[in-house]
């Protein structure tokens, strides 16, 4: 059950895009499209942003998109805010009945 | 509104136990599966279990397996944890969370997390 991997750190400018990536295995996300992506804030809960690879949950910006091919999912934030700054992670469940986060992305809006 | 709510942190002995609770409203719980999650201090995010909406399936993270115990009591709308032979290495916050099971195919995601209860294991 090893984690699923992700840049340590992302930036960007206010108005710029970013993708974080979320790479797996055959036996994870690409396996599934129970793939999903969570925003958390310091000291708060995480906060779902997209499941199913590429569905927003309803009230979450259609800034957020979410994408898979073959092994590796994305997350994209579209004209990125200053409130977009937060850790990222992915999700995803696995061949072996159980579950697996990534390893975290922190987003820098510049 | 959906309201997930743990208790039962605090500070424990390297080795001891400690039961979680997680108390659930404004949902029907027995409908939905439910998961614990942990955060070490400045660490990422650890799945450790689900518990299938009856009860009767669980599945654990290979680093708790034999160690912690998940379970329900859908009369009372609550969720457990029961943590033994605790390890400094369990030190962390410990989240519940609701899987979303919006249709057939789409499960496997967490819709609605409590606030988090912090346990500390220390001597």
């Known amino acids: 059950q090893s984690a699923l991997t992700q840049p340590a750190s992302v930036s960007g400018s206010p108005g710029q895009s970013i993708t974080i990536s979320c790479t797996g295995t055959?036996?994870?996300?690409?396996?599934?499209?129970?793939v999903s992506w969570y925003q958390q804030h310091p000291r708060k809960a995480p906060k779902l942003m997209i499941y199913?690879?590429?569905n927003r949950p309803s009230g979450i910006s259609s800034r957020f998109s979410g994408s898979k091919s073959g092994y590796t999912a994305s997350l994209t934030i579209a004209g990125l805010q200053a409130e977009d700054e937060a850790d990222y992670y992915c999700f995803s469940y696995t061949t072996s009945t159980t579950y697996v986060f990534g390893t975290g992305t922190r987003v820098t809006v510049l | 509104q959906v309201q997930l709510v743990e208790s039962g942190g605090g500070v424990v002995q390297p080795g001891r136990s400690l039961r979680l609770s997680c108390v659930a409203s404004q949902f029907t719980f027995t409908h939905s599966p439910m998961h614990w999650v942990r955060q070490a201090p400045d660490k990422g995010l650890e799945w450790l279990t689900v518990?299938?909406?009856?009860?009767?399936?669980?599945d654990y993270a290979d680093s708790v397996e034999g160690r912690f115990t998940v379970s329900r009591d859908n009369s009372r709308n609550t969720l457990f944890l029961q943590m033994n032979s605790l390890r400094p290495e369990d030190t962390a916050v410990y989240y519940c969370a609701r899987e979303g099971h919006y249709s057939a195919s789409s499960w496997g995601f967490f819709d609605f997390w409590g606030q988090g209860t912090l346990v500390t294991v220390s001597s």
């Open positions: 518990i299938s909406s009856d009860g009767t399936k669980q």
């Open positions: 199913d690879v590429s």
């Open positions: 055959s036996r994870d996300v690409g396996a599934y499209d129970h």
